[in-house]
């Protein structure tokens, strides 16, 4: 199975899925990770939703280590990210960069992270791999 035969790439490391009733399976999760070990960026993205601009974004992101997000913020929405399999801290910054707060996301345990839009926020793997839901 390849993502493109269920969704569009629409940018590097990017595919939106051709309709919301794709079904992310074992089988479609093993892609994802597959396709993030190819990537530079260590990186791999299925959007369920069809457009960037939809009001309701589903996402499945796949890392693999090393990887660490940039700190960032979402001005316009809050974020909720559910892990599914491997371990990576979440962490919340200040405006300044100083950490507020450090939470160790597990695929095991399936305990999700929410922030509310503006939050300054960064990921790091730390485990070889590592898959999350973000809802926004």
């Known amino acids: 199975m390849k993502l493109s035969q269920s ?3 629409t940018g590097q490391q990017v595919f939106h899925s051709n309709s919301w009733n794709l079904t992310v399976d074992e089988e479609l999760i093993i892609v994802l990770i597959s396709e993030a070990r190819k990537n530079k960026g260590n990186k791999e993205r299925l959007c369920l939703h069809q457009k960037p601009d939809e009001v309701m974004q589903v996402t499945y992101l796949a890392f693999i280590a090393p990887y660490e997000d940039k ?4 001005p316009h929405r809050p974020e ?3 892990p599914i ?3 990576a ?3 919340v910054f200040d405006q300044f960069g100083n950490v507020l707060s450090s939470q160790l996301m597990r695929g095991k345990s399936r305990e999700a992270s929410s922030s509310d839009s503006g939050t ?3 990921l790091k793997n730390q ?3 590592f898959v999350m ?3 926004g």
């Open 7 to 9: 969704a569009t790439e």
């Open 71 to 74: 700190v960032h913020c979402h």
């Open 80 to 82: 909720e990210l559910i």
């Open 85 to 87: 399999l491997g371990e």
């Open 89 to 91: 801290e979440a962490r």
């Open 120 to 122: 300054w926020h960064s």
């Open 127 to 129: 485990s070889s791999e």
């Open 133 to 135: 839901i973000e809802i």
